[in-house]
């Protein structure tokens, strides 16, 4: 524990606050620079996962995106490294288990993460240099990389805007969902700087001049304007010398310019209307957003930043939704969904119904305002705000993030009070608000809510978007216009220049970092490496003949479960029904509860509990696998014999009785599977392609692809027409799949979860039948080939792939060092830098399966031609040993990500259950290590072999498709 003094002196800091927090198992230390102003907020606390961010203040004044692109822009060379990108160096060359900087609505973050002392070093220098003394200052072809530029590769060619932010937000502004939330600050705050695009309206973005792009840094990116966090274990006084002698001691105190204004309440009812882009094809009936807006106090008030979070889900997102049903019921669309936005100033709440007609928004507020005037005056179900309640408390003391670090999440939440001077524990330590929120157990607490921030609110807004046919082509026509006008109005030698300009620009894209600027970047040796791989024993057992699969492993008595009942024997005809089974289950009514009592018992009994679909290659090549119908579950210790009896009785008695329900449910999933259609394209077309070429990728597609997605569009009709036949299907299914005999048993926890476990499983009731818990399955391909799926967004997700002879090139250790050097050099430079598009790579399985990736891309035949054109980046690979080294460091990275005793524990079983010994993964990982520049030549004929049999499929723009007619085998509307 450290011994500092208040107030006293060190390094340059002056050290002013210290409090325990004893929620997050921490004690935060705040410190100011002397001489700067610079703010430091030091987590201390046994993490060796340590964190180190460095964020600005940085409200827009405009729709330009400057701060987005100034966020891509310091990462593109620095006085200490002059290089191309260091960033990309680091990505490919470091250990860290977080890198990545981030733009928000006021703020920017620069945020790393390692285990490994020198290599957090090192993050840390490259970074603070980035921030400090980027080349953007003095290289204005940064911004025409990374934001935007004309091109014009020939004096007869139109000109057009190129840049890889502008394409970004390209595809962002795709989204009907996107352009609804960013409506949403506009509406609510047309006086402050939340009523701009921090991330840049494409329409604004060619107005950012070079000159501004600079004056924008000088005057945001100063050290006065600066906090700074780091988190875990470290020496944070050797950390204060190092930025106060490095950084911080060059700069002086300068005056703070970028408070943000509260908004004042806008009185009356602000109503705003926006369009998004469809298809010619589709109808714009029952395609409209309507949401309803409200600004909730003010970002201090720690009881509400908690409790809005809590009313959210009461709200809108539990099963039990009160305002969710009474919208659906309304028929005035057939999704409904809450935004609860509390990382601004002034925090804002939304409520949202999808595929709406705007001509119903009279009614839709009717609904809204008696729904919450009715749960003010009789009151919320008790049950629904203790399971509410429950389910928060339990992730808060979990504080499971996944592969986040826990000091970033750390820093992201102190930011969201410490950004605008308040104290930066306010929303990390939480027992009083959590006992302060429990009174709404006893008391109208919520409903208190309701009525002062809803229902009496000063300071709300109706956003309404509707799709239009024209606004494609208006907006096409339009920067088309802009674009032939500013070339009519150059002289034919500033034409001449332009097109100089623009082969400029490419070579200085093409330039390759010499090797001697290269190690000017700081990077750990291949003997700070650790060689040996990391085991995660499983002990085998049986309890009452199941399967039981344990790793033990400390988890502050909190039991995580999984129940695992193959399927192997599922007819292909039923898996679309048994990918559906995953949302029907739990969210019906059973024999023991309605739909809503049963959501509330969950989150009481259980911290959280899913149903899925899960798929099992094991590692040898083969046709056939395995599938499961998983439910996972986590469940305190006390509480794991009443969990697993409560979750098994769910499998036995879920009735599939209600029609009105299932209807509700299948149009909910269909609302979100497009939505994800339109923030993730490159995934809807990687998992298309693989099912072209694998019979495991064409079951996925069906349980949850594009083919699943056309079951859901042709299931609406048949609910309607033939309901009996869909509920016995679904009922004789699930009685099918849940028999004890199917069954397997995965536990992570300490020895005495075990025993509790085991003894639950003694009293488990399930059905009994002759199927296996180890069958496996085949399946057929995909009859369709090489398809474009035509939308409406502005940009392209181009995928290429295919499947090689595993037996001819088995996969290796080498193989995972190829990803690592395709995507962060190959593709970066070819499909980023040069094409524009937001992201490339390439991923490659065990099974064979390889596949290259676009992600917001311009272009479609260009980047297919890249993809081509690997086998002669390979042949001609060459790469020094301190490169190579490089590129195993990176790789090796990516493999030894810290991971929580529950993924410790997942990790644990899926090794197991696809055969792979420590001896397996010791030996990819010494090809890993020993990997040459020779072995990634010798993979040149792979490529060669690969790509003549390759598939491809385009998930994007309709005309951009059309334009390529002759690339694909097929086309259809999404």
Known sequence: MLDLQLEARYHGFIYQEREEVEEIKSITHVFEHEKTGAKLLYFENDDTNKVFSISFRTPPEDDTGVFHILEHSVLCGSRKYPLKEPFVELVKGSLNTFLNAMTFSDKTMYPVASQNDKDFHNLMDVYLDAVFHPLLTEKQSILKQEGWHYELNSAEEPIEYKGVVYNEMKGVFSSPEQILMRSIQKSLFPDTPYRYESGGDPIAIPELTYDQFVKDYQRFYNASNSFITLAGDLDILEKLAFLDAEYLSEFEKVENTTAIPYQLALGDLHEEVKEYAVLPTESLDNKSFLSLNYVI??????????????????????????????????????????????????????????????????????????????????????????????????????????????????????????????????????????????????????????????????????????????????????????????????????????????????????????????????????????????????????????????????????????????????????????????????????????????????????????????????????????????????????????????????????????????????????????????????????????????????????????????????????????????????????????????????????????????????????????????????????????????????????????????????????????????????????????????????????????????????????????YDKVVDYLRTFDASDYEMTKYIIGTMGGMDMPLSPRQEGARAVARHQKGLTVKDIQKTRDEILSTTAEDIREMAQMFADALEDAKICVFGNNEKIQENIDLFDSVRDI
């Open 297 to 866: 106090s003010d970002i201090f008030d720690a009881e509400n930043y908690f409790a809005l979070d809590v009313l959210e889900y009461i709200l809108l997102e539990s099963s039990a939704a009160p305002l969710k049903q009474a919208l659906l019921d309304a028929k005035l669309g057939n999704d409904v969904f809450g935004m609860y936005d509390n990382g601004i100033l002034q925090p804002l709440f939304s409520i949202v119904i999808k595929n709406a007609n705007a001509s119903d928004k009279e009614r839709f507020q009717e609904v809204v305002r008696e729904t919450l005037q009715k749960l003010v005056s009789e009151g919320i179900d008790k049950d629904l705000i203790e399971s509410a309640i429950m389910l928060k408390e339990f992730q808060l003391r979990e504080a499971d993030f996944g592969s986040m670090p826990k000091g970033l999440i750390y820093s992201m939440r102190a930011m969201d009070s410490w950004l605008y001077e308040g104290k930066p524990a306010t929303h990390l330590a939480y027992e009083k608000t959590l006992t302060a929120v429990k009174q709404g157990l006893h008391s109208p607490y919520f409903e208190k809510l309701i009525d002062r921030y809803f229902l009496n609110s000063l300071h709300q807004s109706l956003v309404i978007v509707e799709p239009s046919h024209t606004l494609a082509d208006e907006t096409n026509a339009n920067v088309t216009a802009e674009l032939n006008a500013f070339k009519t109005s150059l002289s034919e030698q500033e034409v001449a220049d332009l097109v100089v300009a623009t082969a400029d620009l490419k070579a200085q894209q093409e330039l390759v970092d010499d090797e001697e600027a290269l190690k000017k970047l700081p990077m750990l040796t291949r003997a700070d490496l650790k060689a040996e791989a990391t085991d995660y024993p499983l002990s085998l057992t049986k309890s009452n003949d199941i399967p039981v699969m344990f790793y033990e492993a400390d988890t502050n008595k909190i039991a995580y479960i999984a129940l695992m009942f193959n399927t192997s024997h599922v007819a292909k005809a039923d898996v679309p029904y048994l990918g559906l089974l995953e949302d029907l289950v739990g969210q019906l009514d059973t024999s023991s509860y309605n739909y809503s009592e049963l959501s509330n018992e969950l989150n009481i009994v259980t911290g959280g509990t899913s149903f899925y679909n899960s798929i099992l290659s094991e590692k040898a090549p083969s046709e056939e696998f395995q599938t499961y119908f998983t439910v996972k579950t986590k469940i305190l210790q006390d509480e794991v014999k009443n969990g697993l009896a409560f979750v098994t009785k769910i499998l036995k008695e879920t009735l599939f009785t209600d029609k009105k329900r299932i209807t509700e449910i299948v149009q909910i999933i269909k609302s979100r599977i497009e939505m994800s259609m339109n923030q993730a394209g490159h995934n809807i077309a990687a998992a298309r392609l693989g099912s072209y070429i694998e019979p495991l990728s064409n079951y996925s597609e069906d349980i949850r692809g594009l083919g699943f997605y056309d079951f859901i569009c042709d299931l609406t009709t048949k609910l309607e027409t033939d309901f009996e036949s869909v509920q016995e299907r679904f009922t004789n299914l699930l009685a099918d799949i849940i028999s004890v005999e199917a069954l397997s048993i995965s536990v992570t926890g300490d020895h005495s979860i075990y025993q509790e476990v085991t003894q639950a499983i003694e009293a488990l009731d399930l059905n009994h039948s002759e199927r296996s818990n180890n069958a496996n399955r085949s399946y057929e391909l995909n009859e369709n080939s090489n398809e474009g799926l035509q939308t409406s967004s502005k940009v392209q997700y181009v995928v290429k792939g295919g499947k090689l002879d595993n037996k001819k090139y088995p996969y290796n250790g080498h193989i995972t060092v190829l990803k690592k050097i395709l995507s962060y050099d190959y593709l970066w430079n070819q499909v980023r830098v040069l094409g524009g598009a937001y992201g490339a790579g390439f991923v490659m399985q065990e099974n064979g399966k390889w596949l290259f990736w676009s992600y917001r891309d311009p272009n479609l035949p260009e980047t297919l031609a890249v």
